[in-house]
Structures are given as structure tokens and as C-alpha cells.
T-cell receptor
Framework: GDSVTQMEGPVTLSEEAFLTINCTYTATGYPSLFWYVQYPGEGLQLLLKATKADDKGSNKGFEATYRKETTSFHLEKGSVQVSDSAVYFCALISASGGSYIPTFGRGTSLIVHP | GAVVSQHPSRVICKSGTSVKIECRSLDFQATTMFWYRQFPKQSLMLMATSNEGSKATYEQGVEKDKFLINHASLTLSTLTVTSAHPEDSSFYIC????????????FGEGSWLTVV
């Protein structure tokens, strides 16, 4: 079956540092790839997505590129802020028999210190 | 963007009672909704997939008689926790799929359930 693997956290950074959260996947076919963010006590918000190979999703300074050759979708941000502290989930959605099946990684906690 | 709303955001109930959580897609129709459970500092656990007009598909290990899911319309799915016990206390999150362009899942705000 499909799977998503994220780097284990927590990732602890100082403000304005560069962020990378690794995400790799296994899937049959051509899934769409997503990053979601969860702030403390809240539900998940869609951060960005990419639907085909070499697509780059971007939002709020975050970006990730769909790399089919390495089956990766790493999340990056050039300069993090304290307000970026949250849990980040990598996910894929693949189609199977007319249904769409979401698969999530375990989440990576990001802590940004002033 | 697509909006999914959950209600209530927090609920406290007595052990042995039932509690219902609603999930609504506010600006789109969702033929499929997903219910998740999340324990503190842990990942999402898919409980069931809810399809409008048909029975929900439960994941292995999830008691269908305890966690009743109803998807009566294209904008509303409900999760009822029956005969709740303290171990059912958790954060429950719903999501709905939107197939405009690439199929994308949008989440509700989550509901904190505390059983006392």
C-alpha cells in the first residue's frame, strides 16, 4: 500500500534559520502530494500541494517540489518565524477504483525560538 | 478556499452517555468525508470513510457500533460516540474531499471530547 515517511521531530530552530523537513513516499500510480500544518489545539490546514512531477507548491514562504525520481516532497522555508511553530504533515492522495485514498505521514513538530 | 466546519469544538460528557459531532462542508458538496482521531502529540488515525448515502467504511480495529457515522447529505456527516468512556477522550477531526482539479482534502477545526 501507499506510505509516507517524514523525518522525526522535533525540529528546533532559531528565528530566521533555514528549514527543511524531509518527506518521502511510496505509491502506485501518480499521487498528488500535500503539506498540511497543525497549530496547537487546532485542526489541519492545507499549506501547499503539487499534483504532478516537477510541480512546485508554495505558500506563505514555504515551498516543496514534487520529485518523482527520488519520490520526495521536502518542505523548505528560507527564514522561519516563531509563528511557524506547529506540526507539519506530509500527505499523498492516490486514486484507486474510483475512490481517493489519503495517506499521511506521522507529522514533524517544528519549534522556532526567538 | 474550501471550508469545513466542525461542531462542537469542545464537549464534555458523562461516562455512559452519547455525544454527536457534526462536520459540514460549507461551500462545496462532499461525497466523501473522513473521520480521524488524534491522541496528544501523535499522528492522525483514520477511523472511517463516510460516503454520502451509503454505509461508512471503518478501519480495522474501530468499533462501528461505538462510533456511529452518518453521511445523510452532501454537506453533512456526523460522528456519534455511543456509551462514551474516559478512554474515548480524544481530539476528533473530520475532513472532506473536493475534486475540483486535483482531489484535495480539507479539514475541520477538530473537536475535543472529554469523557468524565
Amino acid at each position: 500500500g501507499d506510505s509516507v515517511t517524514q523525518m522525526e521531530g522535533p525540529v528546533t530552530l532559531s528565528e530566521e534559520a533555514f528549514l527543511t523537513i524531509n518527506c518521502t513516499y511510496t505509491a502506485t500510480g501518480y499521487p498528488s502530494l500535500f503539506w498540511y500544518v497543525q497549530y496547537p489545539g487546532e485542526g489541519l490546514q492545507l499549506l501547499l500541494k503539487a499534483t504532478k512531477a516537477d510541480d512546485k507548491g508554495s505558500n506563505k514562504g514555504f515551498e516543496a517540489t514534487y520529485r518523482k525520481e527520488t519520490t520526495s516532497f521536502h518542505l523548505e522555508k528560507g527564514s522561519v518565524q516563531v509563528s511557524d511553530s506547529a506540526v507539519y504533515f506530509c500527505a499523498l492522495i492516490s486514486a484507486s477504483g474510483g475512490s481517493y485514498i489519503p495517506t499521511f505521514g506521522r507529522g514533524t513538530s517544528l519549534i522556532v525560538h526567538p | 478556499g474550501a471550508v469545513v466546519s466542525q461542531h462542537p469544538s469542545r464537549v464534555i460528557c458523562k461516562s455512559g452517555t452519547s455525544v454527536k459531532i457534526e462536520c459540514r462542508s460549507l461551500d462545496f458538496q462532499a461525497t466523501t468525508m473522513f473521520w480521524y482521531r488524534q491522541f496528544p502529540k501523535q499522528s492522525l488515525m483514520l477511523m472511517a470513510t463516510s460516503n454520502e448515502g451509503s454505509k461508512a467504511t471503518y478501519e480495522q480495529g474501530v468499533e462501528k457500533d461505538k462510533f456511529l457515522i452518518n453521511h445523510a447529505s452532501l454537506t453533512l456527516s456526523t460522528l456519534t460516540v455511543t456509551s462514551a468512556h474516559p478512554e474515548d477522550s480524544s481530539f476528533y477531526i473530520c475532513s472532506a474531499g473536493l475534486g475540483t482539479g486535483a482531489y484535495t482534502i480539507y479539514f475541520g477545526e477538530g473537536s475535543w471530547l472529554t469523557v468524565v
